[in-house]
């Protein structure tokens, strides 16, 4: 087995069949065919399930297919680190992060890297906490924003700021009195509320504040997309529960909305910071993360950056840690 038999055989993987991975890589189909026989036969057993409308891994192949990028993305950024100049840092890197802290950090942090590492590429995943989870535990991510500290005890995890949940909706919205500035979780459970999917962390949150007292949301919509589900609520579909980062998407000159305080419920959730072993993460992924953290900083400091608050440094453990206290 040789790196090139992995590298072709994760293309074909990714694009589901060989005849697409041949365009990809420039290398004729029979040729690749043979790597990919090759590599079967020294793994002592199918990889692939060939159908007439392309393959599939097998157990065994998805297996290999994970392992196989993995080691191709540290492969790549150890030849990034050899070929750059001495005191620059360069290097591709992937930060995954949930949409509404996207919202907040995103563009902040882009600028900051653009500015001050040129040759940093920075390459952003947007999807829901559990997605990039599993991206992280793959190895497809050298950076992610998460909200719980148990993905992997062979991650690192820093904790970075807590988030306050709140209870939004538009400002002309007729739900909820004009001159109301908090809200019972037993009122709350009465509005009709949009929310995400039963998959999604935070609903499992609200839903657990919920049951502890015995109620039943009345829920009207499920939408993971944090775009829609703010259209929806903006358009008087009914409200939702987000933390104040949801605002964000709107941007400086965007509308106007409310966030109400939930007053009988500690409604909130801490955001850790997750890497890749120390030993593994490149000069241009550590560099990242530095200015990560100062952005968030910089964020909330400001108040630009309402409703959350900065995690105090001696809560600053690691992801065995934290998951052994919760």
């Known amino acids: 087995m040789d790196l090139r038999q992995l590298r072709y055989f ?5 694009s589901g069949s060989l005849s697409k991975a041949s365009r990809c890589l420039f290398v004729a189909q029979p040729a690749l065919s043979q790597q990919l026989a090759k590599l079967e036969d020294e793994v002592g057993k199918p990889l692939l399930i060939r159908s007439a409308r392309g393959v599939t891994p097998t157990d065994n192949g998805l297996a290999l297919y994970h392992h196989a990028r993995f080691m191709l993305r540290q492969l790549d950024q150890a030849l990034s680190i050899a070929r750059q100049d001495t005191g620059a840092v360069r290097g591709m ?28 590429l920075l390459n952003v995943v947007e999807g829901m906490s559990g997605h990039i989870a599993q991206m992280m535990r793959l190895g497809q991510l050298d950076l992610a924003i998460l909200f719980t500290s148990d993905v992997s005890s062979k991650l690192d995890a820093i904790p970075l700021l807590d988030e306050e949940l709140f209870l939004l909706l538009p400002r002309h919205s007729s739900h909820v009195p004009e001159d109301q500035v908090s809200i019972s979780v037993n009122d709350v459970a009465k509005l009709p509320l949009i929310l995400p999917t039963g998959t999604h962390g935070l609903r499992r949150r609200i839903v657990a504040e919920f049951d502890r007292r015995d109620l039943t949301p009345h ?24 933390p104040m980062s949801a605002l964000h998407h709107e941007g400086e000159h965007g509308r106007n909305w409310r966030a109400i305080r939930i007053a009988d419920a500690t409604l909130n959730r801490r955001n850790y910071l997750y890497s890749i072993s120390r030993d593994l993460l490149s000069p241009a992924a550590s560099a990242v993360a530095l200015e990560l953290h100062d952005t968030v900083n910089i964020l909330v400091t400001t108040g630009k950056w309402q409703g959350v608050s900065l995690v105090e440094p001696h809560d600053d453990t690691n992801v065995t840690s934290q998951a052994a206290a919760e």
């Open 10 to 14: 994760a293309q074909i993987v990714e």
């Open 93 to 120: 890197v992937s930060l995954g992060l949930p949409s509404t802290t996207l919202v907040a950090l995103g563009l902040p942090l882009m600028r900051c890297i653009h500015e001050k590492y040129p040759g940093v």
């Open 219 to 242: 829920v009207v919509a499920e939408i993971d997309s944090l775009t829609l589900l703010m259209k929806c609520v903006y358009d008087g579909m009914g409200v939702t529960i987000k």
